[in-house]
């Protein structure tokens, strides 16, 4: 099983603030998905295949990383950002990570 | 529009079995994996499985390979979840999603479905 380990666990940013996350890998994976979830909602795919933006997905967001390590960055962090964000891999049978939850400072 | 209604959820007692459906339209059904993912409360996301266009494969999580069973309906446009032996630790929220395995991801998700095992 192929862990992935994300980070931090909480945190949170401003209006117009630069917001990282990062997911790490246990073993090298060829490509990371990322999921938005607010709260008592579904997930949602968010980028796909590393650095695609899945529909709908505003271009303040970018991801990027290979082999073990993996991120998410918003550009400028908005209002409506605030949310559990996931990773997941399917190199192996797919696993998702425990997730950060980005609040609004 | 590719919608996913999951259904069949509810209080179970311990050790009872439950099976839960998912309904879906807006796209070929038959064309794609289909697959399940359930949610602890307050917990994270957890795969428990997928399977095939033509139900020749079936995979699940190691862990829940011999409690669970997963099918699909292609003339009924319907994906199931048969669970058995739950216990405590099956209490979540069950979702259903379609899965592009080239590069596996879960475009489509559906709303989910609680099911808590409690007597």
């Known amino acids: 099983e192929i862990v992935l380990t994300q980070s931090p666990t909480t945190m949170a940013a401003s209006p117009g603030e630069k917001v990282t996350l990062t997911c790490r890998a246990s073993?090298?994976?060829?490509?990371m998905h990322w999921y938005q979830q607010r709260s008592g909602t579904s997930p949602k795919l968010w980028i796909y295949?590393?650095?695609k933006l899945a529909s709908g997905v505003p271009n303040r967001f970018s991801g990027s990383g290979s082999g073990t390590s993996y991120s998410l960055t918003i550009n400028s962090m908005e209002t409506e950002d605030a949310a559990t964000y996931y990773c997941?891999?399917?190199?192996?049978?797919?696993?998702f990570g425990g997730g950060t939850k980005l609040e609004l400072k | 529009e590719v919608k996913l209604v999951e259904s069949g959820g509810g209080l179970v007692q311990p050790g009872r079995s439950l099976k839960l459906s998912c309904a879906a339209s807006?796209?070929?059904?038959?064309?794609?994996?289909m697959g399940w993912v359930r949610q602890a409360p307050g917990k994270g996301l957890e795969w428990i499985g997928e399977?095939?266009?033509?139900?020749?494969?079936?995979n699940y999580t190691p862990s829940l390979k011999d409690k669970f069973t997963i099918s699909r309906d292609n003339a009924q446009n319907t994906l199931y979840l048969q669970m058995s032996k739950l216990g405590s630790e099956d209490t979540a929220i069950y979702y259903c999603?379609?899965?592009?395995?080239?590069?596996?991801?879960?475009?489509?998700w559906g709303q989910g479905v609680m099911v808590t095992v409690s007597s």
């Open positions: 999603a379609r899965a592009l395995v080239l590069r596996y991801y879960f475009d489509y």
């Open positions: 807006g796209f070929s059904f038959n064309d794609y994996w």
């Open positions: 399977i095939n266009q033509d139900s020749s494969t079936i």
């Open positions: 073993s090298s994976v060829s490509y």
């Open positions: 295949e590393t650095s």
């Open positions: 997941q891999q399917g190199s192996s049978y797919p696993t």
